[in-house]
């Protein structure tokens, strides 16, 4: 059971021999490090940055459920890049818009 489950894998036209296994197996690095980025103060976060790992999640989420074969690699990475940028993004608004100014703190 569990080796013929290992066989399918292995010759799915998205498995482990084309690139359609590896690209988003290695983007994943990009959501790990944007969640190790939680750590970092808001006033560092890059709004450029944020919308284009944000877009580029959503878009390429809708993209891998349309695709032939269908890649669920590719969608959870870019899941995970929407996520993680969405909540950046919003880090990033709390602090800018929701704070008091400096100045105001004196």
């Known amino acids: 059971?569990?080796?013929?489950k290992l066989q399918a894998l292995w010759n799915h036209p998205?498995?482990?021999?084309?690139?359609?296994f590896w690209a988003p197996t290695f983007?994943?690095?990009i959501s790990i490090a944007n969640i190790a980025d939680f750590?970092?103060?808001?006033?560092k976060i890059s709004?450029?940055?944020?919308?284009a790992v944000?877009?580029?999640g959503v878009i390429w989420s809708r993209y891998s459920t349309v695709i032939t074969p269908k890649n669920w690699n590719l969608f959870s990475v870019n899941l995970a890049m929407a996520?993680?940028?969405?909540y950046q993004l919003s880090r990033k608004l709390r602090h800018?818009?929701?704070s008091e100014p400096a100045a105001a703190k004196e």
């Open 54 to 56: 944000t877009a580029t």
């Open 14 to 20: 998205a498995g482990p021999k084309t690139i359609h």
């Open 1 to 4: 059971m569990a080796a013929s």
């Open 27 to 29: 983007k994943w690095g």
């Open 96 to 98: 800018d818009y929701s």
């Open 47 to 51: 709004y450029p940055q944020q919308i």
């Open 83 to 86: 996520a993680t940028g969405i």
């Open 39 to 43: 750590a970092k103060p808001p006033e």
